[in-house]
């Protein structure tokens, strides 16, 4: 078997939940019936024995070439062997009922042995289920899970698997389904695979036509909404980081976290992607999802959730799991979600300003809103563990900083600008002492750059999105001089990292690659410094890590010419968006920043 790569993975989904393909036919990831349940195939954490479900031709390995059917989340993979061609089409049917894996092999030329191999291990690997026969195909059952494997192909039991060998012909098709439903029920009809493919070609056809993306980056554009989408769990409009777990940041290394979870940070960003890309519903379902979420008492504010607003999420490591690649541990759960982070309440105020101004406010919003900014200008001063949820010891980070500022100025600007009640003089003296708290503390002027923390020289990526939240204006010479201390002491081969690790002490040992996100980030300050031409040449180079299906994880290992960090990764999906908008429209497509730049308090001093 080939080393595997987390590229070679391509994903397909139901809202629900999401499936992980690999290029050689096989199902190596599935959690069900939810993003965050157990894993039933979890063989990209243990390749053995966690369960997988493989179709390809007898003794194929990687496919010859795989794309998704226009702008859907069906994925065709094909083979050219001696003996003819082959197509297999998966796809997840939009969760209306029962969830579905419909997996159809068809015959393109000649005539070709296929083989099946299905390894069905309920939690994370760990449970091997009873298995029956049942009409048309088989059922496993284990504690509260139960699947129904159906086919016009006999299934056969061997070794404690599921096989089948059989051969298609030009023209011939053949269907398997996979059906979840709880042990405890009868089991459901399966899909219908053709029409089921209808529909499922018909939403997401339907669903990437409402969408604004336009010229030389449209594919690019349109398959990174169709991931974020696929990222969003439908029932509450939560969207996951990525849906995945302990995909590794440093191959062989500890860097492994679970991100099947709901972000504040990460969902507000990717909500600004989807709004400038004309995706208004997915907005109102964000901004209903996060009122629901911090009710209760807002100020205590999570930094992230389950995809059901759940708080807790207690992070453990699954010990009988290998790991991607030899990483371990694996993962479920993150204890990041018991961190201050104190960045998350102006990424929510920024949030809900900009639906303010796009789809209009909620009921609740308003007096929400002032309940976090009064808890946030009682605790702002306080250390904190950064967007980067470093597990070292708190600190004044200069990007918490900066997003308490801009919570306190989307507060300012609903008051100011659209008449909205409250102590809005009381926000302006926040507003303008945060600022000078920022300047006189997070800025070295020795340098010319803003730094990490207060009191550091270490640089940070997330000190980029200065002119984005509109602090200063991105040919400001004080944010000049940090895109050129990033250049020359934060990238690797042009591409950016988060931070130093070795230097920033974030509690845990070695490395990891450079953060996708930051590097589109740079591309967006390039242009706000008018640096038009070295802005698209890094976007251009950052388009060419996608996979061959067009999916970025969350990091790049540069020596080693691989994606790394879970996958497909929302935080990458949203920043190329935004900066491929930003490029299409010369800096102008976004709906954040409305503030001009100039009014915005003192903003030149
Ligand atoms: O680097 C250590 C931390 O890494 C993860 O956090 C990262 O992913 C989050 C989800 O995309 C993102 O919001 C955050 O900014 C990133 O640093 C992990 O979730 C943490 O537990 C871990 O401490």
Same mark, same amino acid.
């Given at each position: 078997?080939?080393?595997?790569?987390?590229?070679?993975?391509?994903?397909?989904?139901?809202?629900?939940?999401?499936?992980?393909?690999?290029?050689?036919?096989?199902?190596?990831?599935?959690?069900?019936?939810?993003?965050?349940?157990?894993?039933?195939?979890?063989?990209?954490?243990?390749?053995?024995?966690?369960?997988?479900?493989?179709?390809?031709?007898?003794?194929?390995?990687?496919?010859?070439?795989?794309?998704?059917?226009?702008?859907?989340?069906?994925?065709?993979?094909?083979?050219?062997?001696?003996?003819?061609?082959?197509?297999?089409?998966?796809?997840?049917?939009?969760?209306?009922?029962?969830?579905?894996?419909?997996?159809?092999?068809?015959?393109?030329?000649?005539?070709?042995?296929?083989?099946?191999?299905?390894?069905?291990?309920?939690?994370?690997?760990?449970?091997?289920?009873?298995?029956?026969?049942?009409?048309?195909?088989?059922?496993?059952?284990?504690?509260?899970?139960?699947?129904?494997?159906?086919?016009?192909?006999?299934?056969?039991?061997?070794?404690?698997?599921?096989?089948?060998?059989?051969?298609?012909?030009?023209?011939?098709?053949?269907?398997?389904?996979?059906?979840?439903?709880?042990?405890?029920?009868?089991?459901?009809?399966?899909?219908?695979?053709?029409?089921?493919?209808?529909?499922?070609?018909?939403?997401?056809?339907?669903?990437?036509?409402?969408?604004?993306?336009?010229?030389?980056?449209?594919?690019?554009?349109?398959?990174?909404?169709?991931?974020?989408?696929?990222?969003?769990?439908?029932?509450?409009?939560?969207?996951?980081?990525?849906?995945?777990?302990?995909?590794?940041?440093?191959?062989?290394?500890?860097?492994?976290?679970?991100?099947?979870?709901?972000?504040?940070?990460?969902?507000?960003?990717?909500?600004?992607?989807?709004?400038?890309?004309?995706?208004?519903?997915? #907005?109102?379902?964000? $901004? %209903?999802? *996060?009122?629901?979420?911090?009710?209760? =008492?807002?100020?205590?504010?999570?930094?992230? &959730? /389950?995809?059901?607003?759940?708080?807790?999420?207690?992070?453990?490591?699954?010990?009988?799991?290998?790991?991607?690649?030899?990483?371990?541990?694996?993962?479920?759960?993150?204890?990041?979600?018991?961190?201050?982070?104190?960045?998350?309440?102006?990424?929510?105020?920024?949030?809900?300003?900009?639906?303010?101004?796009?789809?209009?406010?909620?009921?609740?919003?308003?007096?929400?809103?002032?309940?976090?900014?009064?808890?946030?200008?009682?605790?702002?001063?306080?250390?904190?563990?950064?967007?980067?949820?470093?597990?070292?010891?708190?600190?004044?980070?200069?990007?918490?900083?900066?997003?308490?500022?801009?919570?306190?100025?989307?507060?300012?600007?609903?008051?100011?600008?659209?008449?909205?009640?409250?102590?809005?003089?009381?926000?302006?003296?926040?507003? #303008?002492?945060?600022? $000078? %708290?920022? *300047?006189?503390?997070?800025?070295?002027? =020795?340098?010319?750059?803003?730094?990490?923390? &207060? /009191?550091?020289?270490?640089?940070?990526?997330?000190?980029?999105?200065?002119?984005?939240?509109?602090?200063?204006?991105?040919?400001?010479?004080?944010?000049?001089?940090?895109?050129?201390?990033?250049?020359?002491?934060?990238?690797?081969?042009?591409?950016?990292?988060?931070?130093?690790?070795?230097?920033?002490?974030?509690?845990?040992?070695?490395?990891?690659?450079?953060?996708?996100?930051?590097?589109?980030?740079?591309?967006?300050?390039?242009?706000?410094?008018?640096?038009?031409?070295?802005?698209?040449?890094?976007?251009?180079?950052?388009?060419?890590?996608?996979?061959?299906?067009?999916?970025?994880?969350?990091?790049?290992?540069?020596?080693?010419?691989?994606?790394?960090?879970?996958?497909?990764?929302?935080?990458?999906?949203?920043?190329?968006?935004?900066?491929?908008?930003?490029?299409?429209?010369?800096?102008?497509?976004?709906?954040?920043?409305?503030?001009?730049?100039?009014?915005?308090?003192?903003?030149?001093?």
């Amino acid at each position: 078997m080939t080393q595997r790569r987390i590229e070679d993975y391509a994903l397909i989904g139901d809202l629900h939940t999401a499936a992980m393909v690999s290029v050689n036919g096989s199902v190596d990831w599935l959690c069900l019936p939810h993003f965050d349940s157990a894993a039933c195939f979890a063989a990209m954490l243990d390749q053995d024995r966690a369960g997988r479900w493989r179709i390809a031709p007898r003794g194929a390995d990687r496919c010859t070439r795989r794309r998704y059917r226009g702008d859907t989340l069906i994925l065709e993979t094909e083979w050219e062997t001696p003996d003819g061609g082959v197509r297999v089409t998966d796809f997840m049917p939009v969760r209306d009922r029962a969830a579905d894996l419909v997996r159809t092999v068809e015959g393109l030329s000649g005539s070709v042995e296929m083989e099946l191999d299905l390894l069905l291990r309920f939690d994370y690997g760990h449970v091997v289920p009873w298995v029956t026969s049942v009409e048309r195909g088989i059922r496993a059952i284990a504690g509260p899970d139960a699947v129904l494997v159906t086919s016009d192909v006999p299934l056969t039991g061997r070794d404690l698997r599921t096989v089948a060998d059989f051969t298609v012909s030009a023209g011939e098709r053949v269907s398997f389904v996979l059906t979840w439903f709880p042990s405890h029920l009868p089991a459901p009809e399966p899909a219908d695979p053709q029409e089921a493919l209808a529909a499922t070609e018909l939403y997401w056809t339907r669903w990437s036509a409402q969408g604004r993306a336009y010229g030389p980056y449209r594919d690019a554009i349109q398959r990174s909404l169709i991931t974020l989408k696929a990222l969003t769990y439908e029932p509450t409009g939560g969207i996951v980081a990525a849906p995945t777990t302990s995909l590794p940041e440093q191959p062989d290394g500890p860097r492994n976290w679970d991100y099947r979870f709901c972000w504040l940070r990460d969902a507000t960003l990717a909500l600004q992607s989807l709004l400038t890309a004309g995706y208004e519903d997915e #907005a109102r379902a964000w $901004r %209903d999802w *996060l009122l629901r979420a911090v009710a209760g =008492d807002p100020p205590d504010l999570r930094i992230m &959730y /389950g995809i059901d607003g759940r708080r807790r999420l207690p992070e453990e490591s699954l010990d009988w799991l290998t790991g991607f690649d030899g990483s371990t541990p694996v993962r479920i759960g993150n204890a990041a979600a018991e961190q201050l982070q104190l960045d998350v309440w102006g990424e929510v105020l920024d949030g809900l300003a900009l639906t303010r101004t796009t789809i209009g406010a909620g009921d609740d919003a308003w007096s929400v809103q002032q309940v976090l900014i009064d808890h946030l200008s009682r605790i702002w001063q306080e250390k904190d563990s950064g967007l980067w949820e470093v597990r070292g010891p708190t600190r004044h980070f200069t990007h918490s900083k900066l997003m308490s500022w801009v919570a306190a100025d989307r507060m300012v600007e609903g008051a100011r600008r659209f008449g909205l009640p409250g102590p809005v003089r009381r926000w302006e003296r926040l507003r #303008a002492q945060i600022r $000078r %708290d920022i *300047l006189a503390n997070g800025y070295d002027a =020795d340098r010319n750059t803003f730094v990490q923390s &207060y /009191g550091s020289k270490e640089l940070d990526a997330a000190l980029l999105l200065i002119p984005r939240v509109g602090f200063l204006p991105g040919d400001d010479p004080r944010v000049i001089g940090t895109i050129d201390a990033i250049q020359r002491e934060l990238t690797v081969d042009g591409f950016v990292l988060r931070y130093r690790p070795e230097a920033s002490d974030d509690g845990l040992p070695g490395q990891e690659g450079v953060f996708l996100a930051c590097s589109f980030w740079m591309v967006d300050a390039l242009i706000g410094a008018g640096r038009r031409d070295e802005a698209e040449e890094l976007f251009l180079r950052l388009l060419a890590l996608r996979n061959d299906v067009g999916l970025l994880s969350e990091e790049w290992d540069v020596r080693g010419e691989r994606q790394l960090g879970n996958a497909p990764q929302a935080f990458s999906h949203f920043a190329l968006v935004r900066s491929a908008f930003q490029l299409l429209s010369g800096g102008t497509a976004t709906t954040e920043g409305r503030i001009p730049i100039e009014t915005a308090e003192g903003a030149r001093s």
